[in-house]
């Protein structure tokens, strides 16, 4: 493949394949890396630079693979390590890079360390032999978790008052009467990273996948490695994020210890040859992404603050710039995201009177205009797509697949559904397996035959790659367009942007030589400037020429 550019990774546009939605190849009902690999032409026609593939290691699948049982190997529903190598081969020849997710936080409770720590003798706080975290109980093999004594009396107290991100509380007590943490589902402990064993282990998975061919990782959870050891108290009534001020010396969120870590990492990295990078999982405070891509850490971190912004123009120029310059200031490129595998899709979110509520783990369904949030999606991927720096799809993004937010309950698999009492239905609706093409699930996902293990609704007819393909005014074909584009117009390359002057509800911005990008989120049709071709619209003008609302289009300067 094309080494060329060691820079690639700077604006490049990566598609995360949820695998076990995106392509069955044995028809299981369980997307594959053989159905995976039958699709990497379509990938590399679509136009993106990279794949990153969601979790395809053995696991019980508590959690949908971000509960790993074995870091080092492929889970069988999705293939061998053989079929892996192949596939990473494949993608490579077809110019596509590869990116796989990394779980550091926590394992999978079936993962052998668990087991051994579970088979384990508690040990006694200080005991010889302990790596050493003050008031942990010593025993060598629960010292690559968490583990501790209740509180209360006889102990039947969890350690602390923390919650887990799925409900419940953050601690699960073992047969012998000690506690686990977990910060997500109780099959999910988290590993202890004041423990050098689990530094050691981590390097040498990343060195496993390395020599393997792969170009980089996504850290799940990056912002939740490090602890407090003392594990205080949090004193808040449910599980929350950080994302308001004053919540400095968070005991389990954002601690400055995680830098370290990313410090080892970035080493092995940079000891390959060609290029390897790391793209970060890390919901933090505005300020504080820029300390994880300091030259010395990682490469790129998601942008949720760009995927939570209410589609408004006032709201989305701040977060723009402040992207921007704060990563700027680390020599780090900004990067955008719509949607992923944890939030309701984008064309269901912008169909929604406020478009920025988005949190899926806790959204109740709301009144949606799907007519209007295609159309909003259609300009928010090309004001994305405009803009300078890395981009991130979420799979089906690009034939404007929507939430799917009627599974019957039976069907529902999230964590979350569970965990919450059966209150918020979680994540599912996200996950729908892809429709390629037909008029009737399977809808080419699998073989003939395929029970796909969510059921997929009967609407996607319309929305197939089949489908698509064939209709000009389909969302795939303003994905393809935009994205030939962004290989092969110089207006779009580098890192140049400056914002023009525009009316209230609207942006616009130059990018390099002679490309313009305008984006109307007013109510009132957006006269475009003088002497530019629109060169692609994510509607049409009207009659006049003029930008109707909730349409993006991107202008170039005429030449006489
Ligand atoms: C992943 C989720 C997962 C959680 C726990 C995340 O942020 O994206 O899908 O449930 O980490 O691993």
Same mark, same amino acid.
């Given at each position: 493949m094309n080494n060329a550019s060691d820079s690639w990774w700077r604006s490049a546009v990566i598609y995360q394949v949820y695998i076990r939605s995106f392509a069955d190849g044995d028809g299981d009902g369980t997307g594959d890396i053989a159905g995976l690999r039958s699709r990497l032409p379509y990938l590399a026609d679509l136009g993106v630079d990279a794949v990153w593939i969601t979790p395809w290691y053995p696991s019980p699948l508590a959690d949908g693979g971000y509960d790993? &049982?074995?870091?080092? /190997?492929?889970?069988p529903a999705f293939g061998t390590l053989a079929d892996a190598r192949e596939m990473i081969a494949e993608a490579h020849g077809l110019g596509l890079r590869v990116i796989l997710d990394i779980v550091p936080n926590h394992t999978s409770d079936r993962h052998t360390w668990f087991r051994q720590a579970l088979a384990a003798p508690p040990g006694? *706080? #200080? &005991?010889? #032999?302990? *790596? /050493?975290? *003050?008031g942990s109980p010593g025993s060598p093999a629960r010292e690559r978790y968490i583990f501790r004594d209740g509180r209360g009396e006889d102990g039947s107290l969890p350690p602390n008052d923390w919650h887990a991100a799925f409900g419940g509380p953050a601690w699960t007590r073992t047969a012998d009467g000690q506690w686990y943490l977990h910060?997500?589902?109780?099959e999910q402990p988290d590993l202890n990273w004041d423990n050098p064993e689990v530094h050691a282990e981590f390097e040498s998975i990343l060195r496993f996948w390395f020599d393997l061919g792969v170009d980089g990782f996504r850290i799940d959870v990056a912002h939740g490695m490090a602890k407090d050891p003392a594990l205080p108290d949090l004193g808040l009534p449910e599980f929350s994020v950080l994302t308001g001020p004053g919540q400095d010396d968070h005991p389990h969120w954002d601690r400055d210890g995680v830098h370290d870590i990313f410090r080892e990492w970035r080493a092995v990295a940079d000891g390959y040859p060609d290029r390897r990078v790391f793209v970060a999982e890390a919901h933090v405070r505005p300020g504080r992404l820029a300390g994880y891509l300091r030259e010395d850490e990682l490469h790129t971190a998601f942008n949720f603050d760009f995927l939570k912004c209410p589609l408004e123009a006032g709201p989305l120029r701040e977060v723009i710039d402040r992207s921007i310059t704060e990563l700027a200031a680390v020599g780090a490129p900004a990067t955008w995201v719509l949607s992923n595998h944890d939030e309701t899709r984008h064309v269901t979110r912008y169909g929604r009177a406020r478009t920025g509520v988005q949190a899926t783990f806790r959204d109740r369904r709301l009144p949606t205009d799907r007519a209007l949030g295609t159309r909003r999606a259609r300009a928010a991927a090309l004001l994305m797509l405009a803009l300078p720096g890395g981009a991130y799809l979420y799979q089906g993004e690009e034939l404007g697949l929507y939430e799917v937010e009627d599974l019957p309950e039976d069907a529902l698999q999230d964590p979350v559904w569970e965990r919450s009492g059966h209150t918020v239905r979680g994540r599912d609706g996200c996950r729908v397996p892809l429709p390629w093409t037909g008029d009737a699930p399977p809808f080419g996902f699998g073989p003939p035959g395929t029970v796909p293990w969510l059921p997929q609704p009967a609407d996607f007819t319309s929305l197939t790659a089949e489908a698509g393909r064939a209709d000009p005014a389909s969302m795939l074909r303003l994905y393809r367009h935009a994205l030939l584009l962004r290989r092969t117009d110089p207006g779009l390359r580098g890192e140049e942007f400056h914002w023009l002057d525009s009316p209230d509800g609207t942006l616009l911005f130059e990018r390099g030589p002679g490309l313009l990008c305008a984006v109307n989120l007013s109510a009132r049709p957006l006269p475009l400037p003088d002497a530019r071709d629109p060169l692609l619209a994510s509607g049409p003008l009207d009659s006049d020429g003029l930008l109707p609302p909730d349409t993006t289009a991107w202008l170039q300067r005429r030449t006489a």
């Amino acid at each position: 493949m094309n080494n060329a550019s060691d820079s690639w990774w700077r604006s490049a546009v990566i598609y995360q394949v949820y695998i076990r939605s995106f392509a069955d190849g044995d028809g299981d009902g369980t997307g594959d890396i053989a159905g995976l690999r039958s699709r990497l032409p379509y990938l590399a026609d679509l136009g993106v630079d990279a794949v990153w593939i969601t979790p395809w290691y053995p696991s019980p699948l508590a959690d949908g693979g971000y509960d790993v &049982s074995d870091y080092r /190997g492929i889970h069988p529903a999705f293939g061998t390590l053989a079929d892996a190598r192949e596939m990473i081969a494949e993608a490579h020849g077809l110019g596509l890079r590869v990116i796989l997710d990394i779980v550091p936080n926590h394992t999978s409770d079936r993962h052998t360390w668990f087991r051994q720590a579970l088979a384990a003798p508690p040990g006694s *706080p #200080g &005991s010889p #032999g302990s *790596p /050493g975290s *003050p008031g942990s109980p010593g025993s060598p093999a629960r010292e690559r978790y968490i583990f501790r004594d209740g509180r209360g009396e006889d102990g039947s107290l969890p350690p602390n008052d923390w919650h887990a991100a799925f409900g419940g509380p953050a601690w699960t007590r073992t047969a012998d009467g000690q506690w686990y943490l977990h910060l997500f589902a109780p099959e999910q402990p988290d590993l202890n990273w004041d423990n050098p064993e689990v530094h050691a282990e981590f390097e040498s998975i990343l060195r496993f996948w390395f020599d393997l061919g792969v170009d980089g990782f996504r850290i799940d959870v990056a912002h939740g490695m490090a602890k407090d050891p003392a594990l205080p108290d949090l004193g808040l009534p449910e599980f929350s994020v950080l994302t308001g001020p004053g919540q400095d010396d968070h005991p389990h969120w954002d601690r400055d210890g995680v830098h370290d870590i990313f410090r080892e990492w970035r080493a092995v990295a940079d000891g390959y040859p060609d290029r390897r990078v790391f793209v970060a999982e890390a919901h933090v405070r505005p300020g504080r992404l820029a300390g994880y891509l300091r030259e010395d850490e990682l490469h790129t971190a998601f942008n949720f603050d760009f995927l939570k912004c209410p589609l408004e123009a006032g709201p989305l120029r701040e977060v723009i710039d402040r992207s921007i310059t704060e990563l700027a200031a680390v020599g780090a490129p900004a990067t955008w995201v719509l949607s992923n595998h944890d939030e309701t899709r984008h064309v269901t979110r912008y169909g929604r009177a406020r478009t920025g509520v988005q949190a899926t783990f806790r959204d109740r369904r709301l009144p949606t205009d799907r007519a209007l949030g295609t159309r909003r999606a259609r300009a928010a991927a090309l004001l994305m797509l405009a803009l300078p720096g890395g981009a991130y799809l979420y799979q089906g993004e690009e034939l404007g697949l929507y939430e799917v937010e009627d599974l019957p309950e039976d069907a529902l698999q999230d964590p979350v559904w569970e965990r919450s009492g059966h209150t918020v239905r979680g994540r599912d609706g996200c996950r729908v397996p892809l429709p390629w093409t037909g008029d009737a699930p399977p809808f080419g996902f699998g073989p003939p035959g395929t029970v796909p293990w969510l059921p997929q609704p009967a609407d996607f007819t319309s929305l197939t790659a089949e489908a698509g393909r064939a209709d000009p005014a389909s969302m795939l074909r303003l994905y393809r367009h935009a994205l030939l584009l962004r290989r092969t117009d110089p207006g779009l390359r580098g890192e140049e942007f400056h914002w023009l002057d525009s009316p209230d509800g609207t942006l616009l911005f130059e990018r390099g030589p002679g490309l313009l990008c305008a984006v109307n989120l007013s109510a009132r049709p957006l006269p475009l400037p003088d002497a530019r071709d629109p060169l692609l619209a994510s509607g049409p003008l009207d009659s006049d020429g003029l930008l109707p609302p909730d349409t993006t289009a991107w202008l170039q300067r005429r030449t006489a």
